[in-house]
């Protein structure tokens, strides 16, 4: 197992989570409001990511009898109980944080998924890439705005504002997309599936900030970011990731959110049975 991790502002604490173990990889992508928007908690997005990754890497690692969807929503209850008497855990604005786990149990390896973060698994007939794109589906009809403006710009923060601000309205809703934050039942609403373990050649773990390489920026496809991984490790694909958010930092070129994000990359490679 190899993984590194950058954040998007090296003056702002990294929101993306990580841990591994012998059986288990646990993956966080924290999601929070921008400045000026409320969020109804008075706890940052690390924060929260941070709680809630311990809480599921610790479930998910020691419990092999509760499935990867009772070990997250259990995390959620655990980790909203926290700040729930401090905090309005019901606003729309509260921390929240995209999901991957990996676990091998016995001879499977079990994973979920949830919102925007890649699990990419190398089996003997090719990569089966794992993502949630609901959220992505949801926001293409209210990024234009965003997508017009340089990035830096106060046009472009006011544009940033507004489509968060939108999309809370489908956040964790039928018909919208699914995260972790404070209600359990989004944890049914994951990705989840099995592969016998010798069909498991590599898993790779991805935030969207990580797999911008790919499926933003196209700077090569999922084989060759895995072939970056195998051979130069994770910091060389994060690295292009950085080189392309700089040769563009006003988004001309590709469009988004946020110029640079926080960007965690994992990889591990099987071993023979």
Known sequence: ?????????????????????????????????????????????????????????????????????????????????????????????????????????????EYLVLADSTLAI?????????????????????RGPMDAAAAGTAEHVAAHRAYVEAMRAHRNQPGGFWVAATNPAAAAEALTGTIPLNKVQGITALSDGASRAVDRFELTDWQGALDILRQQGPEALIAQVRAAEQADPDGSRWPRGKAQDDATAAWCQSRPI
Not at 122 to 142: A, F, H, L, S, W
Request: aromatic share 4%; proline share 7%.
């Open 122 to 142: 190398e089996t003997p007939d090719g990569i089966q890439v794992i993502t949630d794109d609901r959220e992505g589906q949801v926001g293409n009809k209210y």
């Open 1 to 109: 197992m190899e993984f590194a991790t950058e954040p998007g502002d090296p003056a702002k604490p990294n929101e993306d989570f990580i841990a591994a173990g012998p059986t288990t990889l646990v993956l966080l992508d924290g999601c929070g409001t921008p400045v000026g928007s409320p969020s109804g908690c008075i706890h940052s997005v690390a924060w929260y990511v941070g709680r809630l990754g311990l809480e599921l890497f610790t479930r998910a690692s020691t419990d092999h009898e509760r499935t990867l969807t009772d070990c997250l929503a259990d995390a959620i209850t655990a980790t909203a109980a926290q700040h729930a008497d401090t905090c309005d855990l019901d606003h729309p604005g509260t921390p929240s944080a995209t999901v991957i786990v990996a676990r091998q149990v016995a001879e499977q390896l």
